[in-house]
């Protein structure tokens, strides 16, 4: 299965979303975080397929774990929305992360 990344940059600033990841305890993506440069009001969010929130944050260094109020989530595809402030223009993007175990 080919895997989805987005990229998004203007020089230095910029953020890249992974296609996917797996928290399976190796420390090796056990979290979906973006990598960000220089975004100003950022916040994402991870919604599961029945659109129950998984994941809202605003701080740049903050990862998805794959739970849901402490529990595990199932293996599948997950919704993510982005917005952030780029040359005094808010931007809002979507796309999907896979967990897999």
Same mark, same amino acid.
């Given at each position: 299965?080919?895997?989805?990344?987005?990229?998004?940059?203007?020089?230095?600033?910029?953020?890249?979303?992974p296609?996917?990841?797996?928290?399976?305890?190796d420390?090796?993506?056990?979290e979906?975080?973006?990598?960000i440069?220089?975004? !100003? *009001?950022?916040?994402?969010?991870?919604?599961?397929r029945? %659109? +129950? =929130?998984?994941?809202?944050?605003? !701080? *740049?260094?903050?990862?998805?774990d794959?739970c849901?109020? %402490? +529990? =595990?989530?199932n293996?599948?595809?997950?919704?993510?929305?982005?917005?952030?402030?780029k040359h005094?223009r808010t931007?809002?993007?979507?796309?999907?992360l896979?967990?897999?175990?």
């Amino acid at each position: 299965m080919k895997q989805q990344h987005m990229l998004i940059t203007d020089g230095y600033r910029g953020i890249f979303f992974p296609g996917a990841f797996t928290p399976n305890g190796d420390r090796v993506n056990d979290e979906f975080r973006p990598v960000i440069c220089n975004l !100003e *009001n950022f916040q994402w969010i991870i919604f599961n397929r029945v %659109g +129950q =929130l998984a994941f809202d944050t605003r !701080e *740049n260094n903050k990862g998805w774990d794959d739970c849901i109020k %402490g +529990q =595990l989530q199932n293996t599948g595809v997950y919704l993510w929305t982005c917005s952030f402030t780029k040359h005094n223009r808010t931007e809002i993007k979507k796309g999907t992360l896979l967990l897999i175990r």
